[in-house]
């Protein structure tokens, strides 16, 4: 069905974001409000107000400029803003300002805010659907620089569940839990374990906010130690969600957390960037190894 209500509001980034082909065709409904990150979060709320559809395709670490914006003038009064966020994660050349390692941890703090994040542009396609359909208030998908993995895209566009993460792999001795860019990263970890004997899980959250409770708390049931994997800082992150709900489900099983370290990370190719901080398939099997052993010497 054609959407006629659906406006697209950039920060002067129509190439980046990819919306020029949505300019070129649509010029009517297509907002570049220059560089004022807090002026396109505002004027997407009025356009809400007023019954569009606003999607706002900003930036990750250009949208923290926003943050008060997107609190007051769209999630207190859970509006129906869409935020498009490009460069979710490390993004290489573009260096450390341009890093958007920052939003899982500032977006799901935000009371009427659903997060979520693609595991592939097959998946985004369908979180993009899912965007759009949804009226309960501000929706944000979180993507990365990346261009894809080339998997087959469906031809229909389905509205995904809110709030529905998928298991992709069953294992009995640890639950990798992945949230977007990581998720393919950690079936290689899981390959990369099988030799060893390990088992392992592997579940694609889709969604940071909110969480698959349901899902999550019968996976940790079932397995020694859970690891959880974000492209984004570990402070108050997708991790610190996933151990918060456990703990308030009073699930004990140990909680181990791969994500960026509390430093701004440098300059360079993203795959070496991935190496460095320790989040590629070889590094997470060794931080998996190293936390299982722990988990079965203290038992």
Known sequence: VKRTDVVAITAAMPDGTGLTVFRDRLPERFFDVGIAEQHAVTFAAGLARAGLKPVAAIYSTFLQRAYDQIVHDVALQR?????????????GEDGPT???????????????MVVMAPKDENELRHMLATMIDYSEGPIAIRYPRDYGYGVQLDEELTVLPIGKGEILREGKDVALVAIGSMVRPSLDAADLLEPDGIEAAVVNARFVKPLDEQMLTAVARTVKLVVTVEENVRCGGFGSAVAEMLSMHEITIPVHMIGLPDRFVEHGRRSELLEDVGLNPEAIAATVKKALRGVEHRA
Not at 98 to 112: E, T
Request: glycine share 10%.
């Open 79 to 91: 509006l129906n803003v869409a935020f498009a966020i490009d460069r979710g994660g490390l993004v």
């Open 98 to 112: 341009h890093h958007g390692v920052f939003d899982l941890s500032y977006l799901r703090q935000i009371p009427n």
